[in-house]
């Protein structure tokens, strides 16, 4: 059973369109995050939320919009997509404050 | 400014001999700090976490060490073997809820 699963694992796309990353995790996680990591394999930190409630919220361009359904769900919606958001982004899980981190296997994104 | 390094260079040894990680950081004042082991095309996997209250963690072939005095921690691999190649990536605690920053990472490579 995959702990944290996001979909899709490929995502191609123009400059302009919109699109959505789904992610799930069944390790009955209370903490949602999305992470960002760039050509030069920097991880950075988007968004978090706990318990569908949005606890952290980076430094990020209000075209990227996250969605918790439910404490198992957080998705993230991209409005009018740039080239710079090319990266390949990771949605990841954990049991509360100081406890380890679980990642989904990322999303490749390219926008053309 | 907030500042994490890692050796940027790849790290290249011999399988059987101890391989160690340098993490260093700047203008930070982790309550605790995590490592991860990311595989290409893969998500991080956690491997272990030391508090600042904690100057050594191990576990099995791993060991870690936290000094908040030099703000390094110290990741070693005894009796290293082709398997344990891959990117080794430090996180530290960044305030608010779980909220980790990560280093670029370092490349290792166990030789047969």
């Known amino acids: 059973d995959t702990a944290v699963s996001q979909t899709p694992k490929y995502l191609v796309t123009q400059m302009g369109n919109d699109k959505s990353i789904k992610c799930e995790q069944n390790?009955?996680?209370?903490?949602m995050y999305w992470y960002k990591q760039d050509s030069k394999k920097f991880l950075k930190i988007m968004f978090s939320y706990n318990n569908k409630e949005l606890i952290i919220n980076e430094t990020v361009p209000n075209r990227f919009s996250p969605k918790s359904p439910d404490k198992a769900h957080l998705n993230l919606h991209i409005n009018s997509l740039e080239l710079g958001d090319s990266a390949v982004y990771f949605c990841a899980s954990s049991q509360g404050p100081r406890s380890p981190l679980h990642f989904g296997n990322g999303t490749r994104l390219t926008v053309t | 400014s907030q500042k994490i390094e890692q050796n940027s260079e790849a790290l290249n040894i011999q399988e059987g001999k101890t391989a160690t990680l340098t993490c260093n950081y700047t203008n930070y004042s982790p309550a605790y700090l995590q490592w991860y082991r990311q595989d290409p095309g893969r998500g991080p996997v956690f491997l272990l976490l030391?508090?600042?209250?904690?100057k050594e963690k191990r576990k099995e072939r791993l060991k870690v060490t936290f000094d908040t005095t030099l703000k390094q921690s110290l990741f070693h691999i005894t009796a290293s073997q082709p398997a344990d190649s891959a990117t080794y990536l430090c996180?530290?605690?960044?305030?608010?809820?779980?909220?980790?920053?990560f280093g670029a990472g370092t490349r290792l490579a166990v030789h047969p």
């Open positions: 390790l009955g996680h209370d903490t």
């Open positions: 030391i508090r600042e209250n904690e």
């Open positions: 996180a530290l605690e960044a305030g608010g809820y779980n909220k980790l920053i």
